[in-house]
């Protein structure tokens, strides 16, 4: 089984519709990132968690918000989507204390299309 | 304001041959950098991790360099076989916030 997983894979919706992005993780760390990405523009930080108590607002967070579940579960939600949300969307982990440069394990993606 | 650069376009190479990547940096003062491989469709994979102190990091045929005076990072793939066709990305760590800003990425394709 994976380690990090995201459901939905793949999703398309209509502009101002409520979606939420889900991300599990089974490899017992505390860090949890989401991060979107777009071509030309790379991968871009939306939000972070360094544990269930501790939410952090990334460069984009603008039109997301996140929740921290529990230590496994990290979920992204777009309060009413609109076009220039369309991107695809990833899940990663860290572990270690107080470091962020250690490495991120993401998940496989989920690619959403607002129409 | 901060910016990374590594190469938009496509780097083809033959396979056996060495591949170079780059990975400059401006406004910036990162204590550490990472490089990544992302294949279609699939999230990235860490690869390697260097410090600012360290000038030189390698793993198997990779190998990463790190010139804080040049800003700059390259990454070499020694013996190049098809299956490193990748594309490959830099991510650089700041010391003080711990921010983690990724570069958009350059596309590797290894010619049999």
């Known amino acids: 089984d994976a380690d990090v997983t995201q459901t939905p894979r793949n999703r398309i919706t209509k502009t101002g519709k409520r979606i939420m992005l889900e991300c599990s993780q089974t490899k017992g760390h505390d860090r949890m990132y989401w991060y979107r990405q777009d071509p030309g523009l790379g991968l871009r930080l939306i939000y972070y968690s360094f544990d269930v108590k501790d939410i952090n607002k990334g460069e984009i967070s603008d039109g997301y918000s996140v929740s921290r579940q529990a230590q496994a579960k990290f979920s992204l939600s777009l309060e009413s989507a609109i076009p220039n949300q369309t991107a695809l969307y990833f899940c990663a982990t860290s572990g270690g204390s107080g470091r962020m440069y250690n490495e991120q394990f993401f998940g496989p993606g989920t690619r959403l299309t607002v129409l | 304001s901060q910016k990374i650069e590594q190469n938009s376009e496509a780097l083809n190479i033959q396979e056996g041959k060495t591949a170079t990547l780059t990975c400059n940096y401006t406004n910036y003062s990162p204590a550490y950098l990472q490089w990544y491989r992302q294949d279609p469709g699939r999230g990235p994979v860490f690869l390697l991790l260097?410090?600012?102190?360290?000038k030189e990091k390698r793993k198997e045929r990779l190998k990463v360099t790190f010139d804080t005076t040049l800003k700059q990072s390259l990454f070499h793939i020694t013996a190049s076989q098809p299956a490193d066709s990748a594309t490959y990305l830099c991510a650089l760590i700041s010391g003080g916030y711990q921010k983690v800003t990724f570069g958009t990425g350059t596309k590797l394709q290894v010619i049999p």
């Open positions: 260097i410090r600012e102190n360290e």
